[in-house]
């Protein structure tokens, strides 16, 4: 975006405007080639989502200009009385899985810890921790805006941001976020339509393992919630002192020993934790780590792992554990022999919903023949559509919803035979 650029596009911008006799704050949207030329997309008369850019980068309020002009004040400043300086970003925060086709994500914010505000980090958000994100409105939780003085400085602001945001209860595009900035083609500006696409090796990673420090820090986070837990029950008891609500393994000659399970995926990952006092050896695929732990406040813990010291936060939500560990989130299942629980995907031959929506078209018919990929219904669900296909060949028996009823995340809506 050059000075030149920019001042053919302002001029552009207000000429439209004026065209139509138009007061008040505006937006008028180009869409623009490499070779300098713009065209005209839109005027929306209101600021648009991306308006703490411009006010990171002038130091100005533009909320509040437009109050000024509605209220019939003139502007505070006149165009060539603006100055630019430095670099600033914004990202968009959304309940939403990237890793599949960035479809929504709705349940109830469990944890929500945006990084903290300074001069350089600005969070603007309408919802706060406990809150739902439902399917009936946009799922955008917060706008995350970066400045610096230039634009490898804002995006390493952006970065360090995106790491220590940390979400728990829905899917976020955090992680999605994190792998863009640090995109080379993004870094170095190099900006296009077809970014995406181009670059999906990079943003789209082949799913790779839970690593060794989260697998043991999830461990460590379970022993001391059932810790924690167990003092807390302790206290409202009729024998608070009783040794029967300890839980550091005592046992009169051998040390007391255990596994605790996890899934990562389809893996089922067997933790044996062997208790020794005041802490813990921990063996993991065959390796041992003598590891320490202490609460801190709300899920936050301080972990050593052998001489290492880690802070790190592990939130329980239902089966789920989400591991916040060096700016990353690993989400991890917990296995419980007495409870299993298939997760997701294709139940008894059906196919379930992606997300809560409302079923608007039925494809198919029962007793249909189809092929794979074929489709089958049509679920609305935040403003987009979505085409539930076929998995496989096959038949399909009965729809489980008709069109206009409402489903739930998970639902069973065909049921379906595949051809052997």
């Known amino acids: 975006m050059t000075l030149e650029r920019r001042r053919q596009m302002g001029e ?93 994500s709705t349940g109830k914010l469990i944890r929500l810890s945006p990084p903290a505000e300074s001069i350089n980090v600005r969070v603007d958000t309408g919802v706060e921790e406990g809150d739902e994100i439902t399917p009936y409105y946009d799922p955008m939780i ?21 790491a220590d945001y940390q979400v728990a209860g829905v899917t976020t595009n955090i992680d999605f976020l994190s792998r863009l900035v640090a995109c080379p083609a993004f870094a170095g500006a190099d900006l296009d339509t077809g970014l995406i696409e181009r670059q999906k090796d990079f943003l789209f990673p082949a799913a790779q393992a839970v690593p060794r420090d989260a697998l043991l820090v999830a461990t460590v986070g379970e022993l001391l919630w059932e810790q924690h837990e167990a003092k807390q029950k302790a ?35 067997e933790v044996q934790v062997s208790y020794q006092r005041d802490q813990w050896n921990i063996n993991l695929n065959s ?53 299993l629980v298939e997760a997701g995907g294709a139940q008894g031959g059906g196919l379930t ?26 679920l609305e669900a935040m403003k987009m559509e979505h085409t539930i296909t076929a998995p496989t060949a096959g038949t399909v028996k009965a729809f489980c919803y008709a069109a206009g009823e409402q489903v739930s995340d998970g639902a069973a809506l065909v049921e379906f035979d595949s051809e052997k």
């Open 235 to 269: 206290k409202t008891s009729g024998d608070p002192w009783s040794p029967w609500h300890a839980r550091d393994g005592w046992r009169m000659n051998l040390s007391a020993a255990r596994m605790i399970g996890f899934r990562d995926g389809d893996s089922l990952i």
């Open 353 to 378: 919903a992606p997300m809560p929506g409302k079923v608007v078209a039925l494809l198919a018919q029962a007793g249909q023949k189809v092929d794979k990929g074929a489709p089958l219904l049509i």
């Open 12 to 104: 552009a911008a207000v000429a439209a405007a004026r065209a139509v006799g138009y007061v008040g704050a505006g937006t008028v949207e180009f869409i623009a080639n490499q070779d300098g030329s713009f065209y005209f997309m839109e005027m929306n008369t209101r600021l648009q989502v991306e308006h703490p850019v411009t006010e990171m980068i002038t130091g100005q309020d533009l909320v509040e200009w437009q109050l000024r002009v509605a209220a019939g004040q003139p502007l505070p400043l006149a165009q060539e009385q603006l100055q630019i300086r430095g670099h600033a970003l914004e990202a968009r925060i959304y309940a939403e899985d990237a890793n599949k086709g960035f479809l929504p």
């Open 287 to 339: 390796e041992t780590t003598l590891a320490r732990g202490k609460k801190l406040d709300g899920d936050q813990f301080a972990v050593e792992l052998d001489d290492r010291r880690l802070i790190a936060s592990v939130v329980a939500v239902d089966d789920k554990r989400h591991v916040f560990l060096h700016g990353a989130t690993y989400i991890l299942l917990r296995d419980d022999p007495l409870h």
């Open 142 to 162: 917060a706008k995350l805006i970066v400045w610096d003085e230039h634009r490898d400085a804002a995006l390493a602001r952006m970065r360090k941001a995106l």
